[in-house]
């Protein structure tokens, strides 16, 4: 203890919770969440029995290759990422962790999950985490430099998650659970194209070929955001068709899917507001997502 009676903590110690803390964030920690929270929900959905064993190969499979794959984009966009501001303070590209220690890292992870899934869960389970990957790193990554339908490749590992989680609870490649992946593909262009319109320059900077940059007015960028979230809420009402889905999931349906298209019409039709109505459209798919897969759940178990 210093004589000011202030504990002095090692600076050994520090340093190691911020090695830790910069391999955490290299997993990209908040999108992970969202990609093993839809691949849980997707398991729910489908109504199992429970499987303890299952469900926990599922959670710790899917954590890890959700984490590996986004180790692995750090490494690969380590340059772009350190001439954007909102992505310049990276482990990789402040060089914080090395790209060697990076890679590996990512490929740990990455194989760890798809092992994980193939021992605990299924096989099919395992192949489709590990083409989540593969489509993410070797497909999405390298295409953002070089055309804005990338935005619709990058879609296609982002919405296997929960169709992943469909075939571990042993539903297969049933018609509800490609309903599941085609919600979360619906759901990830305008949730992007608010992202790609209010982060354009940083895109710019990074070298990144986005619909945002080509679009001077933003009319492009907002008339695609609003016809998915139209084709997602038309979507959200799929399940319905299947005898297990009732009227509560209609309605929650009915809710969110207002909720959502209010901010994306007003993104699309405003064109004074673009900057400041593209905030509120991210927001609303932030919020709509969570809530509509749970209204499923609730509707599949409670109802």
Request: hydrophobic share 55%; net charge positive; with cysteine.
């Amino acid at each position: 203890m210093s004589s000011t009676g202030q504990t002095l903590v090692p600076a050994a110690s520090v340093a190691g919770e911020s090695r830790l803390g910069d391999y955490l964030e290299l997993t990209k920690p908040r999108l992970s969440l969202m990609s093993v929270l839809t691949a849980v929900l997707g398991y729910f959905a489908a109504g199992p029995h429970v499987e303890q064993s299952v469900f926990w190969s599922l959670l710790i499979g899917t954590s890890l290759a959700a984490g590996g794959a986004g180790a692995l984009n750090q490494w690969a966009e380590r340059d772009a990422d350190a001439k954007m501001r909102r992505t310049a303070d990276r482990p990789v590209a402040a060089g914080r962790v090395s790209p060697w220690a990076a890679m590996a890292y990512g490929l740990a992870l990455s194989l760890g999950g798809v092992l994980c899934l193939a021992v605990g869960v299924n096989l099919i389970a395992s192949m489709l985490a590990a083409a989540t990957v593969l489509l993410y790193i070797l497909a999405y990554t390298p295409m953002k430099r070089l055309t804005p339908w990338s935005t619709e490749v990058g879609a296609i590992p982002g919405a296997i998650p929960p169709l992943i989680g469909w075939v571990a609870a042993g539903a297969g490649f049933s018609a509800m659970g490609w309903v599941l992946f085609a919600v979360l593909f619906a759901w990830q262009i305008p949730h992007f194209m608010a992202i790609c319109w209010n982060c354009r320059e940083d895109y710019r900077e990074g070298g990144f070929k986005m619909l945002s940059l080509v679009d001077a007015d933003g009319s492009r960028t907002a008339r695609k955001a609003f016809i998915w979230s139209v084709l997602l809420v038309g979507i959200s009402f799929l399940p319905l068709m299947e005898p297990e889905f009732n009227w509560f999931l209609g309605a929650a349906a009915a809710v969110l899917g207002v909720y959502l298209l209010r901010p994306a019409w007003q993104f699309w039709r405003v064109a004074r507001q673009r900057e400041a109505s593209a905030r509120p459209l991210f927001f609303a798919t932030i919020v709509y997502l969570p809530l509509y897969l749970s209204a499923l759940v609730i509707d599949r178990f409670f109802l």
